[in-house]
């Protein structure tokens, strides 16, 4: 099973994107989720560096400059999603990934009190 670190430049910037009311509190996680062709798109237009900036977390031992890299996509690719947010913790916990587990907790939780869910 593969191992990850929590990714601080995506913790920085999903936070500056909740801050900017930049989310979507509802939605269809699966339906929106970018897939491989709308990574390359994004890919022709930016760097890996804004591509891992969506993720929150880093695949150890995987190659900076892949994506393989980057796993736990909390948006997409234009604004954080709840749904996201939610699969992220999920899946994070189930495969004991606790400190990404956490880093998405807390966006949620953040998002939450930003959009006054209580």
């Known amino acids: 099973m593969a191992t990850y670190d929590v990714n601080p430049a995506a913790v920085a910037h999903a ?3 909740i801050d900017g009311r930049q989310y979507v509190l509802d939605g269809d996680w699966g339906s929106v989720q ?3 062709e709308a990574e390359n798109a994004y890919l022709e237009r930016h760097s890996f560096e804004d591509f891992a900036a969506w993720h929150l977390g880093l695949t150890v031992g995987a190659n900076d400059g892949t ?3 980057y796993a736990f996509v909390y948006g997409d690719l234009r604004r954080v999603h709840r749904s996201a947010l939610i699969a992220c913790v999920y899946r994070a916990a189930e495969w004991r990934h606790k400190a990404v587990e956490l ?3 807390d966006l949620l939780q ?3 009190q930003m959009a ?3």
Request: charge should be positive.
């Open 15 to 17: 936070r500056r994107l």
């Open 34 to 36: 970018p897939d491989a």
């Open 67 to 69: 994506k393989a890299r």
């Open 103 to 105: 880093a998405a907790h």
């Open 110 to 112: 953040r998002l939450d």
């Open 116 to 118: 006054g869910i209580d």
